[in-house]
């Protein structure tokens, strides 16, 4: 529909002056007054009906008698008894009259033909200007209250005519076979509060038209809040926006908080100037606030509310509520089990358990505990590509790739003594025997109440163009290891170095470098958490989380994060951050020499999946995995996916995207 033109957007919003200042209070014509109607063909306008209105005549209510007469023949009309003042002169012939259809052209279903003339001051010895009758006009607008406020107390008139309408539910009104013309519009509301509103417009001859915007009445009470959103966020909380009040005397909005489908607005939880706020729902940590901060929940349950927000004018007055915006709160606990972990395969070829996951030649590689080889080019199909037979036992198996080559190390018996062994292979089928005891003469056991030189359950990795090992213990227990590292440009000669910290627990690196810890890559450092330190009293979990630009210089990057202690679980590089997976996890009752003090009867396996971007802060991303709990897993980066294959006494592969 084409869109009307308004002449004049507002007008003063008080009826009663208005109406004061269009009184006909004037005398009588003597002779009264004449005028002539046209056909738009030119023709004389013959048995048109033509009416005086007064311009503050009200429709509807006005009982002013109207003076209404005919053209004749010559479409002239005379007005035998007026008095002087202002007028509206509205004109129509129709089907009824004598005019012909053929002499019209109408849009309108009575097939009539309309003219209207406003505001004309009639006296002694003057004439109604002559007017053309033309198509039928029509008008359709929205009329826009209060939001708690039904729109059809509103009723629209067109002042100094006959023409009002009621508004529907959705605000809507039309009036229709009108003349073109410049009108005034009046909108009244029978509610409290609310101020007549007045608009000039504009109609046309033919036309449909439509109010460009919706028609508000001014409400001189306190409005309602509208637009409220509740949107919930990743990190448990809930986030809300509304619109900003054209109210003029807002001094605050007002949020409240109640469990969802509550009728009633709650508790107040926020009082500001702003037009949005976020309800921190969740403990970020544990289930344990920050001191002197105080969170509603610290559960892992999603809970429900609805939110309301009021206004409060510079009289600390109240304003009404209307609505409510409904969220569900997710714990950051939960917000990775709703559909982002997808089960790739529920039962492997292979034994999962103690195996290592890697990505060589654009697949996804698993080296067994037991030395089998099997690949796969995307996580679900499998094959069986060799067996790495040493020709002697050996267990725990670790593997890398450096140097666009597969590297597997572990440990075996020669003489009634553990060594390391090493082999190599450059297409994962045909492997070779690097050494035997690639490290025989280092002394790796500086503290070890035995007198083997080898390392098991170490962390085997590529950084710098190296190959590293970090960490790991003594085959015959957890004993502790020394504060090095080792390393080798081409997997032949290694080099060891005794590794410097800092850190609040910097003492206590030597030990960090445990048993069945994790290491990863990110942002050009080694990463290294978890693990198992032994002393003679039992096996302790490693606490902190370590870093360094070159594996020889270490800091404590945190002491203290809010995972507890683990072994067994697994530390990856994705998607730009730090991915700790499942483990052993002890309860944490002591922190004060930088490791847990004896776990080795309380742990038990997680689920938990923690990330930082930083290694620093670190989030709580999944306590409910859809996974079971576990440790002794495989994780990797591969496809654009976090993958984790199998853990003790399993043989599932799941990926995250």
């Avoid at 009539?112 to 004309?120: P, Q």
């Avoid at 999603?302 to 009289?315: A, G, K, L, T």
């Avoid at 090493?422 to 035995?450: A, C, H, T």
């Avoid at 742990?603 to 709580?620: F, H, I, M, P, Q």
Wanted: hydrophobic residues 40%; aromatic residues 12%.
């Amino acid at each position: 529909m084409p869109k009307l033109r308004i002449l004049l957007k507002w007008l003063l919003p008080i009826g009663a002056a208005f109406a004061a200042s269009c009184m006909n209070s004037g005398t009588e014509i003597p002779n009264g007054i004449t005028g002539n109607l046209y056909l738009p063909n030119g023709k004389p306008a013959v048995d048109a009906q033509v009416t005086l209105y007064p311009v503050n005549y009200v429709p509807g209510i006005d009982s002013t008698p109207l003076n209404t007469v005919q053209t004749d023949a010559q479409g002239r009309f005379q007005f035998s008894k007026v008095t002087s003042g202002q007028y509206n002169v509205l004109s129509r012939v129709g089907v009824t009259t004598s005019a012909t259809v053929a002499d019209k052209r109408s849009i309108n279903s009575d097939d009539s033909l309309y003219s209207f003339t406003d505001s004309i001051s009639l006296s002694e010895g003057q004439e109604i200007p002559p007017d053309t009758l033309r198509d039928a006009a029509s008008l359709t607008g929205t009329i826009q209250l209060q939001p708690q406020d039904d729109p059809r107390a509103a009723l629209v008139r067109l002042l100094g005519t006959n023409y009002y309408t009621n508004v529907d539910s959705n605000g809507t009104f039309m009036l229709s076979h009108l003349a073109q013309g410049v009108y005034q519009l009046q909108v009244i509301v029978t509610l409290p509060s609310y101020t007549p509103l007045f608009q000039t417009i504009l109609l046309r001859a033919g036309q449909n038209d439509t109010l460009p915007q919706p028609l508000i009445p001014f409400y001189s009470n306190i409005p309602v809040v509208t637009g409220l959103r509740a949107t919930p966020q990743t990190n448990g909380s809930v986030a809300l926006e509304w619109h900003k009040s054209a109210y003029n005397k807002v001094l605050a909005y007002q949020v409240y908080r109640a469990p969802a489908g509550s009728v009633d607005a709650g508790i107040l939880i926020a009082t500001g100037t702003d037009t949005t706020y976020t309800d921190t729902v969740y403990s970020p940590s544990y289930g344990i606030p920050p001191q002197g901060v105080q969170y509603p929940f610290t559960d892992t349950v999603p809970h429900s509310f609805s939110y309301r927000v009021v206004i409060v004018n510079q009289s600390d007055e109240t304003g009404p509520f209307f609505g409510a915006a409904t969220a569900t709160a997710l714990p950051p606990a939960l917000q990775l089990a709703s559909g982002r972990w997808h089960l790739a395969l529920a039962q492997a070829p292979f034994n999962a358990t103690g195996n290592t996951a890697l990505v060589f030649n654009n697949q996804l590689w698993i080296i067994g505990n037991q030395g089998a080889v099997w690949s796969s080019p995307d996580g679900v199909s499998w094959q069986n590509r060799a067996s790495v037979n040493l020709g002697y036992s050996y267990d725990n198996l670790e593997a890398a790739t450096f140097h666009d080559t597969l590297w597997v190390s572990g440990v075996h018996l020669i003489s009634n003594t553990y060594f390391n062994f090493l082999w190599k292979s450059g297409d994962g089928v045909n492997w070779i025997r690097v050494s035997d005891r690639f490290m025989p003469s280092y002394n790796f056991q500086e503290f070890s109440n035995f007198g083997d030189s080898s390392r098991t359950e170490f962390a085997f990795t590529e950084f710098q163009n190296k190959l590293w090992i970090v960490g790991g213990m003594g085959r015959a227990g957890y004993d502790v290891v020394s504060g090095k590292v080792f390393s080798s440009a081409d997997g032949a000669n290694w080099d060891s170095t005794h590794v410097s910290n800092s850190g609040t627990y910097a003492c206590c690196f030597a030990q960090s470098l445990s048993a069945a810890s994790s290491a990863a890559v990110l942002n050009e450092n080694m990463w290294i958490t978890g693990g198992v330190i032994g002393e003679a009293d039992g096996p302790y979990f490693n606490l902190s989380v370590w870093n360094s630009s070159n594996a020889t210089s270490w800091t404590a990057a945190v002491s203290n994060p809010p995972f507890l202690p683990r072994s067994g679980s697994t530390l990856t590089s994705y998607a730009g951050s730090l991915w700790v997976i499942g483990g052993a996890a002890g309860i944490q009752t002591d922190s004060s020499n930088g490791h847990q003090e004896n776990l080795s009867q309380i742990a038990a396996d997680t689920k938990e999946v923690w990330n930082s971007t930083d290694g620093v802060s670190w989030r709580l991303v999944d306590l409910f995995a859809p996974f079971s709990a576990r440790s002794g897993h495989a994780a990797v980066s591969f496809q654009g996916r976090l993958w984790i294959l199998g853990g003790d006494s399993m043989n599932d592969i799941w990926y995250y995207q």
